[in-house]
T-cell receptor, first 114, second 113 residues
Framework: AQKVTQAQTEISVVEKEDVTLDCVYE???????LFWYKQPPSGELVFLIR??????QNEISGRYSWNFQKSTSSFNFTITASQVVDSAVYFC???????????FGKGTKLTVNP | DGGITQSPKYLFRKEGQNVTLSCEQN?????MYWYRQDPGQGLRLIYY???????QKGDIAEGYSVSREKKESFPLTVTSAQKNPTAFYLC????????????FGPGTRLTVT
């Protein structure tokens, strides 16, 4: 199976620190999509970003930024100046084949301490 | 407000009973999905449907059944054949025609004893 690997199971930081969540994926597809989701303690997954495999530009949205490197099959997520509200489980996912099915990593639990 | 609703939030059942989890969306999305999440695990796809009256098995469909009689509804039945049904169940939907982001409901936590 073509996996999505989030090697960091849990990360703990102090507020205002920068933190990077790693995501490495396997795929034999030429075209695919990558995603990041946030799951706060309430349980509902919140969509953060969708990236096409042909678009390797880094993206910044406020304190969030994403670094997509096709050469290393990585799609890392950085939170700058972390806040307590960033505490959640973050999932990386990729599309499967040409379908709308997603393959998820196991998630990284981020705890931001005051 | 547009969104996905799942009910109930918590569900308790005795072993050997079938149970149906509700999922409704008013986003006018064609595609709907059911995932299962276990502690420390990612989401695993149970079933998905790209259009009314059609659905496909995901990676862990055994012991589950679904129906898609209406565009806005995609109920999941956890049957007594599911060996380990206690889990957090998430429903999602997305537009079809391209690989779009999926929007998730709040989830149902099912406990079977």
């Amino acid at each position: 199976a073509q996996k999505v690997t989030q090697a960091q199971t849990e990360i703990s930081v102090v507020e205002k620190e920068d933190v990077t969540l790693d995501c490495v994926y396997e795929t034999r597809d030429t075209t695919y999509y990558l995603f990041w989701y946030k799951q706060p303690p309430s349980g509902e997954l919140v969509f953060l970003i969708r990236r096409n495999s042909f678009d390797e530009q880094n993206e910044i949205s406020g304190r969030y930024s994403w670094n997509f490197q096709k050469s290393t099959s990585s799609f890392n997520f950085t939170i700058t100046a972390s806040q307590v509200v960033d505490s959640a489980v973050y999932f990386c996912a990729r599309s499967q084949g040409g379908s709308e099915k997603l393959v998820f990593g196991k998630g990284t639990k981020l705890t931001v301490n005051p | 407000d547009g969104g996905i609703t799942q009910s109930p939030k918590y569900l308790f059942r005795k072993e050997g009973q079938n149970v149906t989890l509700s999922c409704e969306q008013n986003l006018n999305h064609d595609a709907m999905y059911w995932y299962r999440q276990d502690p420390g695990q990612g989401l695993r796809l149970i079933y998905y449907s790209q259009i009314v009256n059609d659905f496909q098995k995901g990676d862990i469909a055994e012991g589950y059944s679904v129906s898609r009689e209406k565009k806005e509804s995609f109920p999941l039945t956890v049957t007594s054949a599911q060996k380990n049904p206690t889990a957090f169940y998430l429903c999602a939907s997305s537009p079809s025609g391209n690989i779009y982001e999926q929007y998730f409901g709040p989830g149902t936590r099912l406990t079977v004893t």
